[in-house]
């Protein structure tokens, strides 16, 4: 491994924990809004158990991947999900950076066509 994909995973290893209660918390205020609307409880009860569902299959609640090999896969899922944007990783390398980035345009590629 290169000196800057250490830096990188060093970096990931850090904001992943920031990244994650950071989610949780967005996760949190979605969940008390859904319970605050003005719905009967067994509806209420029923769209919380089917969100919370949802949501532990996305990686900001999985965000404990250890994979050095899949970081550029990781990171481009996390944007994906919009549990990070490209803003969140100013701090990584240049190339990293730019390969997610391409990795984000192909995806919207896909999606469209």
């Not at 290893?13 to 719905?39: C, G, N, P, Q, T």
């Not at 990686?59 to 550029?72: A, Y």
Request: proline content about 0%; hydrophobic content about 35%; some cysteine.
């Amino acid at each position: 491994m290169n000196q800057s994909e250490e830096k990188d995973w060093e970096l990931y290893r850090v904001k992943r924990s920031e990244w994650h209660k950071a989610y949780m918390e967005r996760l949190i205020k979605d969940y008390m809004e859904l319970l605050a609307e003005d719905k009967a409880a067994s509806e209420k009860f029923w769209a919380l158990d089917k969100r919370i569902r949802a949501d532990r299959q996305s990686l900001g609640v999985r965000v404990n991947e250890e994979s050095r090999s899949k970081l550029q896969n990781i990171l481009t899922g996390l944007i994906i999900e919009h549990v990070i944007s490209l803003e969140d990783l100013q701090d990584f390398s240049e190339e990293l950076r730019e390969s997610t980035s391409r990795w984000i345009q192909m995806y919207c590629k896909n999606l469209e066509s």
